[in-house]
Structure formats: C-alpha cells, structure tokens
C-alpha cells in the first residue's frame, strides 16, 4: 500500500496544492506547518494546514479562512503575508511568507538577556503592524508573545489571525470569549464587543512582560487570572536600572493596561509613537556609534557562518558580544547563528515520514475534537535572495539619482559658489552563490555579494548597506567589476556608469573544484552535500572538494533514503547507487483500559480513545502515549513489521497517597497541580511520578514515588 498522495502522478512527491512539500516546521493550533516549494515562482513558502480533527469543527474551518482572508488582506513588513488559501483533497491550508528565525515567546522563554532597546523596537513593530491592521479594520484579538515573529534582522512579525473579527464578520457571539487568558483584555474577559483597543492591552501586556521578565496577572488557574485582569491594577514595574526612561515606560504601561478603554490607548500607533520617543532617547543618551571595524568582523562573522562554518562563527560572534555588550547587531548574529547549529544537529523528517503524516492528514476518519494544546510552529525565515535584494537596490539607485539631478539644480538657481557636494553612484551586485568579493578595477572594494561595508570619497563609512557598490564623484565612463569567491573561477563585467545603471549586476560562478556525475536507481533522487540541498535531481553534476570528507544524502518517495561518503583527497569519477523501495507500512495496537492520546513524531494519530490502533512506516519507531487524567505522558519504542500487526500495552493505574506537614501546600504531579494534602487514592498511571510541595512562603520540596498496579504508594512531604 502506498502511503503517498498520488496528484503527482509523473514523480512520487509530497504536495499540499500546487506546493512540494519540503520538510515539517511544527504544528500549530489546528494542524501541521510544512516547508513547502512553489515551483512555478521557484519561492519557499510554509503551508500551515488544518486536521482531520479540526475540519470537522465548522468554527475551526471558520477560523482558518478568517486568518488567511485577514492577513492576505494586508501588506506590511510587520505582518506575515499570506499567498494563498486552498483546499486539497478535503484538507485547507494556507500558503504564506517563509520565516527564518524565531518567535518572542521562545526567546524569552529561553530567558536570554535582551537589551532594552531591542525589547523596545520589537514593541514598537508589533504595534506599527497592529495600527495597519485596525486601520483595515482588522482586530487580531491573540497577540502574544507565541503570535509575534522573529526574523534574523530584528525585523518582527505579526502571526496567527486565526480568531481574528474583520469588520463584516460575525465569528463569536456577544458574551462568547476568545483568545488566550494571560493576555485578554478586560472586555474579552467579559464576553464584550471588541475593537482596536483590546490589542493595546494585549501589547501593554507583552510589553509590562518584557521588561520585568514576567506577566502583570498571574494565579494559581485560568480563573484567577481572568479575575485579576478585571478587577486588579498589576504591580508596578521595578524600572530603577533603567534610570531616566523608567518612569516614563511605567506610565506608558500603565495607560497601555488601563481596565477602562476609554483612558486606554486609543490606538497602536500612539502607543508605538511614545515608546519610539523613549527608544529614540536611549538611543542618543547609550554608548557611542559602533565602531566601524567592529560592524567588519560582525560582517565577516556572518560570511563565516553562512559559508557552513557555524561553530567558527559563532566562536566569532561570542567574542564580538563579550567585548561590545551594546551591539544590538551582533546579538542578534549570535541569535540566528545558534539557531543554525541547532537545526543541524536535529535530522530532518524524510520525505517518507512527511508522506506518512500527510496520507493519514488526507484518509484519517473524522473525529471529535477534544480539548488540545496549542503548540506554537518553528517559525523560520528564508536567507536573504537575491530578487527582494535587487528590488531594494534599484529604488535606492533611482533615489540617488533624482537627488543628484534635484541638488545640481538648487545648486545652480542659488548661485552657490565652492566645490559642488560628492555625487555618488550606486552599482547592486549579486552573484550565485552568494558572497562572493567585488573587486573595481582590480582593487577590492571591501563589499561582498551579502555584506555591509560601503566605501564613499574612498573610505569605509561604515554604513549598512547589503550588495552595493558605491563609487564617489568623479568616477570614469566605466569600470570594471571582477566577482571572486574561493572555490570558484573570477567572473568580470565591465558596466558604463553614465547614466547611472539601475540594474543590478548579476553574475554565475562557475566552480573551480572537481564535478561528479551522480546517478540513482530509479532516478529523480534529490541530493544533499554535507547537510545542504543541491539543485535539481539525479542524475545531475555537482562540485567535490577533495580537500575535506564529504557526506552525500540521497533521497526518494517511496525508497530507503541513502548515505554516501567521500574520503578527503578522493576524486570519484562517477557517484552510482541503487535505492531499495520502502517496506509496506505496518499497523500498532495499543492496549488500554482507559482513553488515551497517542502522538507520532508531533502528529496526533488517535484522541481519547481506548485501546487505538494505528498505522505506522515499518521498523523501529516511538510512540508518545498521553493521558492528563492520570499523569500520563510516556515514549514508548517499537519495532513495526512490514505490512503486519504488532501490539504494545499501554502503563497500568495505580493509586497514590499524598500528605504533609505541614499541609497548607499546593501539591503537582508532573507539574499538574492536583490540590492540596491530604490526597487519598488518587488515580494515576504506573511507573515514576515526581511530586512537588510548594507553600506560600516560596519554599518547595520534591519527591520522587514509583506507582505499580494493585499497590497503593504513599509519599509525604515535609518543609524543610
């Protein structure tokens, strides 16, 4: 049987639409995110789908085309763009901008250090995309930290307008609550009519979290913390570090939060507005400029990683941070190069897995929903490409252009005497691949094909400006640029700089190592070299180093994926391999006497049921067995037969007795609160629990307890 989609019927591959399905980004709310490929534009895109379980829900349907139809309706840097709502064989999805990087809830979760005007800008982003939005008329309604993107730039992102209300719609019910708890406003708490306001005060939220490091309503339960944001002021924020821009930022939190709309924000604009006057003056009163030459080495640091040397890198980085703490850019480097190394280290999903998930995404039986977490996708950016690249270089060409022309003129009717101002003409330069140096004349211009460095009169200015050559006043008829890239023969063009070009200069270089041909049996295998893609499919050519070992990856639907590796000093003359078809999937019983959840690789294959069978690829996998009710969430191995049946039994239950002294404690299994002490006979699945005490005063104790069938167990708390 195969567990392919068969749309494609030339070539076995995965697709949601139109789109190749590329690799698994995460899940989302209502279903799986996929990396996909939009061939007919050659664009990376994420393809955020909905379930099999979520499409039986009509108001899940509903919010799935309220997020696409809100966002595609908007165009902002700080808003994802959506490019596409579908339908594919009973499946929607959505096809949107392709991100790389993170999203805030992660990074502060990982409790890393962000510098005030870092924290500041991504604040003042979010509420530019927030006003552009309710400009449209559009209220998000679930801005929070998970919701708002982060690319390796800074530049922020607007995510996830799945509950939405676009004016015209009707969604919810008057008194119906939608959103996510530590973040409503007052009026969603109260099932009110909703507008604009209700994002300011889920930003004064984000942002009071920001800077204290925690959120301004906590509780012990959804309850209290909606009571809180009703009737309770948060504490005041501690914002004596920040000296003079504290008390301004707790009076701008303050509004942001207010209970009553009315003395609130009246929109993000002029929240956006006054944290840009506070970041403005700590920009002025911080350190010094950046020094020139360190902006170089951040510059190079990031060549380095890019060109694959990502610990070399990031060694780089973390000593350009140690030595400049302030250097916002150099931060946000270490930030997306770590990210880096940590997608490496993680094997991607093979297209046989992806095909797995997607035919039981397309055949699986409709079901119920019941209640799920929500996880947040990965959220990843494309590297800068060279299309957006050229796009920014040739507005910034004309520019340069209509102000010459403009400053010559008012210079004339003036009748300003001394030398006329520096004229300057800007050349972009792209090349493929990227990185390669640019050389005028001969002489190195200090810019690469991605790089920062801009020379004016000269010299280095410093300046951030990527792939752009900038040559100064007077400059000849024209010069000559020479592209070169280790690794690659030198490609020179000679362009006229009179008129001033407004195209770019693009160029191939064309390798200077060793070419392989490599063949698969059956062809149409996609291949890796070193964990990177190469173009194309078998049988194709591709450049070998001899000077370093190489790992080739070859891949193919419906065939065990292959590895092959290249000895250093080793030429091949000819890269051949045969790949064996994947075995017949398998099916897996699941033994229980009480409903579970069973997971697979983050896709959940049976909700709340007793004694599920599923279908899994055969041989060894692992499945997570899930149950809230008794404490149960276990990584179970098992090896799948091809095309047969196996079975595995899922953990007992037994009974736990919990006291201690003294007892005013709150008591967590898990870290699930179960009550306070004492507790008696409380169900909970067999093996090892650990049980957590915590009292008013802070003060918490842990003990570890093993649960067998048939026999109570007993565990005691005590303060100490």
Request: hydrophobic letters at 40%.
């Amino acid at each position: 049987m195969s567990m392919l989609p068969q749309a494609d019927e030339g070539r076995a591959r995965p697709r949601i639409g139109r789109y190749i399905i590329t690799g698994r980004l995460g899940r989302g709310g209502m279903g799986m995110v996929y990396e996909g490929l939009d061939e007919a534009l050659d664009r990376r895109v994420a393809i955020k789908t909905i379930t099999a379980e979520g499409a039986v829900n009509e108001e899940s349907k509903r919010r799935f085309e309220i997020e696409a139809k809100a966002a595609a309706r908007m165009q902002h840097p700080n808003i994802v763009a959506v490019y596409e709502l579908g339908e594919d064989r009973g499946v929607q999805y959505i096809a949107m901008e392709f991100l790389e990087g993170t999203d805030l809830g992660k990074l502060l979760r990982s409790e890393e250090e962000l510098l005030l005007a870092e924290k500041l800008d991504v604040a003042i982003q979010v509420c530019r995309g927030l006003a552009y939005a309710h400009e449209r008329h559009v209220w998000h309604r679930d801005i929070k930290p998970d919701n708002i993107g982060l690319l390796d730039d800074g530049t922020a992102k607007i995510m996830d307008f799945g509950i939405a209300k676009m004016e015209g719609t009707q969604l919810t019910k008057t008194g119906m609550m939608v959103g996510t708890v530590n973040y409503m406003s007052p009026e969603q708490v109260r099932g009110q009519k909703l507008d604009g306001r209700t994002d300011v005060f889920s930003m004064g939220v984000i942002l009071y979290q920001l800077l204290s490091g925690s959120r301004p309503f906590q509780g012990e339960g959804p309850s209290q913390v909606l009571y809180k944001i009703v009737t309770e002021p948060p504490a005041p924020l501690d914002l004596a570090s920040l000296g003079e821009p504290g008390p301004r930022l707790q009076v701008i939190v303050e509004r942001a939060l207010a209970k009553d709309r009315e003395e609130r924000y009246q929109g993000a604009g002029e929240l956006a507005d006054d944290l840009q006057k506070v970041l403005d003056d700590v920009r002025r009163t911080g350190s010094s400029e950046p020094d020139p030459n360190v902006l170089r080495a951040v510059a190079s640091a990031r060549r380095t990683v890019r060109a694959g040397r990502v610990d070399d890198g990031i060694a780089q980085l973390r000593t350009l941070v140690t030595s400049n703490p302030a250097l916002v850019e150099a931060r946000r480097e270490l930030r997306g190069a770590l990210r880096q190394q940590k997608r490496r280290s993680r094997a991607p999903a093979s297209p046989a897995e992806i095909a797995t998930e997607l035919q039981a995404t397309f055949h699986a039986p409709p079901t119920q929903r019941g209640t799920e977490t929500e996880l947040a996708p990965t959220v990843v950016a494309p590297e800068s490409g060279p299309a957006p690249r050229s796009r920014r270089a040739i507005v910034w060409a004309a520019v340069v252009a209509a102000v010459v022309l403009l400053g010559v003129g008012i210079f004339f009717l003036v009748g300003g005497g001394g030398p006329a101002p520096p004229v300057e003409v800007s050349v972009p330069v792209r090349s493929q691949p990227l990185g390669a140096a640019v050389l005028v004349d001969g002489r190195d211009s200090g810019i690469v094909t991605n790089g920062v460095v801009v020379l004016v009169d000269g010299s280095d200015s410093g300046a951030a400006k990527e792939g752009v050559v900038v040559l100064p006043s007077p400059f000849p008829e024209q010069v000559e640029l020479t592209f070169r890239k280790p690794g690659h023969r030198d490609e020179s063009r000679t362009i006229r700089l009179s008129p001033p070009p407004l195209e770019a200069v693009s160029v191939t270089l064309q390798s200077d190592v060793p070419v392989a041909p490599v063949r698969t049996s059956p062809a149409g295998a996609t291949v890796t070299l070193d964990g990177e893609r190469v173009a194309g499919v078998t049988p194709l050519e591709i450049a070998i180093d001899p000077g370093s070992e190489h790992v080739l990856g070859l891949a193919l639907d419906g065939y065990v994926s292959r590895e092959v590796r290249v000895a250093a000093g080793e030429t091949p003359e000819v890269i051949e391999t045969e790949l064996k078809p994947l075995p017949p999937p398998g099916q897996v019983s699941i033994v229980s006497s009480y409903p579970l959840d069973v997971l697979w690789r983050g896709q959940v294959l049976a909700r709340a049921a007793v004694s599920p069978q599923v279908d899994l690829p055969s041989g060894p996998q692992v499945l997570t067995l899930a149950s809230a009710s008794i404490f149960l969430r276990a990584d179970v191995p098992v090896s799948v037969p091809p095309g047969g049946q196996t079975a595995i039994e899922a953990p007992g239950i037994g009974r736990i007795n919990i006291r201690a002294f003294p007892d005013n404690c709150e008591v967590f299994v898990g870290g699930a609160s179960i009550g306070y002490p004492p507790i008696q006979n409380r169900e909970v699945a067999t093996g090892s629990h650990t049980v957590s005490f915590r009292w008013p005063d802070g003060v918490s104790t842990e003990r570890t307890v093993e649960v067998q069938t048939g026999r109570p167990a007993f565990v005691t708390g005590r303060k100490e």
